[in-house]
């Protein structure tokens, strides 16, 4: 092992979290913090990939702050003809097309491939539901990799990757470290998670039916972020784990998102004057 430990980053899963994420790794990189590797799932897929790509820090700001990222998602939607037809095309259907996002990040990465970036390498995360697996792939297109792992199930349709369907990486994977147990390149990983502060429940009845969904969905991923948490110190590996809470942004409250980018900054400015300051 070196006398500088080498460091990993990987970002979570949160919707229209890339901007906390952002934020977070900004400050990192300010702070002269260097990762041999960055991983992602969904929002935190589009920042680990902007940052590996080697995208200057403000126009990644100028990105994760602007309208055109997430309407980029829906941006290629025929409306009705789309919400009828893909019922029938795909066995998991989205009621967004989201093809227009992967044009928008190759405005960003160009037409790059994930294999690549190698100063830091890239690990994103994908889930083809269709069979039952996660992804981490080591080749292919960057800017559809980066667009396929937001596609969170039933909002967004699946992007083919690699020839399979692929959606959301953080279906399984919210904090994807997993390949990392056995890379030998590494021995301290940072894991940056977006948490949502308690609120009232939803009026509308559907709404508080997604709010079970995800408040079941929460309490999974962080038995199984517990797990992997302990399999990481049994292989060696020294974890710290950064929880960012902030209100969860949408398009109805974008300016959530420039908060999510300080106070992103804010985390990544403890983490290093309590933690990677005295090692590096």
């Known amino acids: 092992m070196s006398s500088t430990p080498r460091i990993a980053i990987s970002l979570g899963a949160s919707f229209m979290g890339y901007a906390t994420h952002a934020g977070f790794m900004a400050r990192l990189h300010a702070l002269g913090v260097r990762p041999v590797a960055v991983a992602g799932s969904s929002a935190g897929a589009i920042t680990a990939g902007l940052y590996a790509a080697g995208v200057d820090q403000e126009t990644i700001k100028q990105a994760v702050l602007g309208r055109r990222l997430y309407l980029s998602f829906a941006s290629h939607t025929r409306w009705i003809w789309h919400q009828l037809v893909d019922v029938f095309k795909h066995r998991h259907p989205g009621f967004f097309n ?14 790059r491939d994930i294999e690549s970036l190698v100063n830091p390498r890239l690990m ?10 996660t992804l981490f792939p080591g080749q292919g297109p960057l800017a559809r990799a980066m667009a396929a ?44 998670r977006i948490t949502r502060p308690c609120g009232r429940p939803p009026r509308l ?20 972020l517990a797990d992997r948490l302990e399999l990481a110190r049994l292989h060696g590996k020294k974890i710290t784990l950064v929880s960012t809470v902030h209100p ?33």
Not at 164 to 171: E, I, L, W, Y
Not at 252 to 280: M, V
């Open 149 to 192: 792992s937001a596609c969170v199930p039933m909002i967004f349709s699946p992007l083919e990757f690699g020839g399979r369907a692929c959606t959301d990486g953080g279906v399984a994977h919210e904090i994807p470290i997993d390949p990392w147990f056995h890379d030998a390149d590494i021995d301290h990983i940072i894991m940056h």
């Open 98 to 111: 989201p093809h227009g996002a992967v044009a928008f990040f190759e405005s960003l990465v160009g037409l």
């Open 124 to 133: 994103i995360a994908l889930s083809d539901l269709e069979g039952a697996e």
């Open 248 to 280: 969860r942004p949408s398009p109805l409250f974008p300016g959530r998102l420039k908060t999510g980018y300080a106070l992103g900054e804010a985390a990544a400015q403890k983490l290093f004057d309590e933690t990677l300051s005295k090692l590096l």
């Open 205 to 224: 009845i559907p709404a508080r039916m997604l709010s079970a969904v995800a408040a079941s969905h929460e309490t999974m991923s962080r038995q199984i």
